[in-house]
């Protein structure tokens, strides 16, 4: 069974620091998602990592993709306000319909 | 926007009555999905389909039923709610292509009193 793990599960910072948000799974797979969700609100893809080692930034974000090691991490740099929400990792089931399984989601809060 | 609705979007009903949500989409895409949300739990799949009238269980699809008579149309019926079922329901569609993100809808928020 396919298990997504993510840490910290809450997190409060300072504007204009940095930090990383982790995502385990238990089971291989090349392909990794990355969503925000805003309180009360849908959530939005943010990105697709699809092999070993792969790398995307927007903005201040940047994820990346450790196949081996079944991690992904999201940086943020010089967190700003704007970027307090709630963020998932997602994994696919290999077999069958791309059927993705979440993570708890990592709440952040960026500070003034 | 993917052209993804959901409808009701919110909804308050008994224990023990049927309940229907659905979700409509406009971009004639082939996997339409149920996911719940709780706190605690991210998202969890409930049933997604592959096409008209093909649809399987996800992980959490005691207590739930869907159907699919129509490829824009997926709907999710909890044939007699539990409160344990009170919860947000988010339909979504995969896009164009293998690798292509799940995209998803406003959500239905779901009170099972």
């Known amino acids: 069974e396919l298990k997504v793990e993510q840490n910290p599960l809450f997190l409060s910072m300072q504007e204009g620091k940095n930090y990383t948000i982790y995502c385990n799974y238990s089971?291989?797979?090349?392909?990794l998602y990355w969503y925000r969700q805003d309180p009360g609100k849908s959530l939005e893809s943010l990105f697709v990592l699809l092999s070993n080692g792969a790398v995307k930034q927007e903005g201040r974000l940047m994820a990346s993709l450790d196949t081996k090691a079944r991690l992904s991490t999201l940086h943020i740099t010089a967190a700003v306000h704007d970027l307090s929400a709630t963020y998932f990792c997602?994994?696919?089931?290999?077999?069958?319909?791309?059927?993705?399984?979440f993570g708890q989601g990592t709440r952040l809060t960026i500070n003034p | 926007d993917a052209g993804i609705t959901q409808s009701p979007r919110h909804k308050v009903t008994e224990t023990g009555t049927p309940v229907t949500l659905r979700c409509h989409q406009t971009?004639?895409?082939?996997?339409m999905y149920w996911y719940r949300q709780d706190p605690g739990h991210g998202l969890r799949l409930i049933h997604y389909s592959y096409g008209v009238k093909d649809t399987d269980k996800g992980e959490v699809s005691d207590g739930y039923s869907v159907s699919r008579s129509k490829t824009e149309d997926f709907l999710l019926t909890l044939e007699s709610a539990t409160s344990s079922q009170t919860s947000v329901y988010f339909c979504a569609i995969r896009g164009q292509g293998y690798n292509s993100p799940l995209h998803f809808g406003n959500g239905t928020r779901l009170t099972v009193t």
């Open positions: 971009e004639n895409h082939r996997y």
């Open positions: 997602a994994v696919p089931i290999i077999q069958g319909a791309q059927k993705l399984v």
């Open positions: 089971t291989t797979s090349d392909r």
